[in-house]
């Protein structure tokens, strides 16, 4: 089965390529490397020729309010436009959990959108909504780092490496369309702040995890349960501690 993956050279993208072709899938990896931008239309025709299904795991270049609107909005519509002319069974987003509990933040509104436009477009569809991912784990705690303190919410957390993401995303493409959401988290749930301080001690980072009620998550305020799935999210099988003893950076 042909599935073309946008985004495919991406930290998601390129591990779903590896897996797709490892259980003997033609996986082809689209992004503006390989001359397929989902922004202006170039090669899109050309690369969905005979595919059966599409994984979009691209993202926006900018995080910026207006930026990432625009990217989601007209890469999305430009993609299902192509996909209907090529006759594509099956198109597979991945989004965030939380995406509807934080309608303020400007990168959660512009998914809500492209998920929207992926509902009302007639071609079968999948939405697989991931937990943060473990590789993004360092970045969040500089994000929230004020001296020599990372100021950090009590609320539940309960991130996923993405390999378990790339594993789920294709479990799903290759499967009939489901024509609504899934969630898929990590395998411990726990309290943010604890996470962290954890995260920083098995670093051997000197900052000081504060606990603070009103921390942000990249701008927003996160409710208790903002950031994990609902009960029978699937769950993946690498927990924090291993993925760091193969990653010895974090990153």
């Known amino acids: 089965m042909k599935i073309v993956v946008i985004g495919g050279t991406g930290l998601i993208g390129s591990k779903l390529v590896t897996k797709l072709r490892e259980h003997g899938h033609e996986a082809v990896a689209a992004s503006p490397n390989t001359g397929v931008n989902t922004l202006t239309g170039e090669g899109l025709d050309e690369v969905l020729t005979d595919a059966a299904v599409v994984i ?37 987003a991945l989004s965030v959990v939380g995406t509807e509990r934080m309608p303020d933040n400007g990168y959660f509104a512009a998914k809500i959108a492209q998920e929207r436009l992926i509902e009302k477009s007639g071609i079968p569809f999948s939405l697989v909504h991931a937990t943060q991912f473990f590789e993004f784990v360092r970045g969040i705690a500089d994000e929230a780092t004020d001296g020599d303190q990372v100021r950090i919410a009590p609320v539940l957390f309960q991130p996923m490496a993405g390999e378990d993401v790339a594993e789920a995303v294709g479990r799903v493409a290759v499967g009939a369309p489901l024509n609504r959401r899934v969630e898929v988290a990590g395998p411990e749930q726990s309290r943010m702040d604890e996470f962290f301080r954890a995260a920083l001690a098995a670093w051997g980072d000197p900052r000081e995890v504060v606990t603070d009620p009103h921390a942000r998550y990249f701008g927003t305020e996160p409710g208790e349960r903002t950031l994990v799935p609902a009960d029978g999210a699937s769950l993946g099988r690498i927990h924090y501690r291993d993925w760091l003893s193969q990653n010895a950076t974090g990153k």
Request: aromatic content about 8%; cysteine-free; glycine content about 2%.
């Open 56 to 92: 979009d795991v691209s993202n926006s270049p900018s995080f910026e309010r207006a930026a990432v609107m625009e990217f989601f909005e007209t890469s999305t519509r430009n993609l299902l436009a192509a996909e209907a002319a090529a006759g594509v069974d099956h198109h597979v």
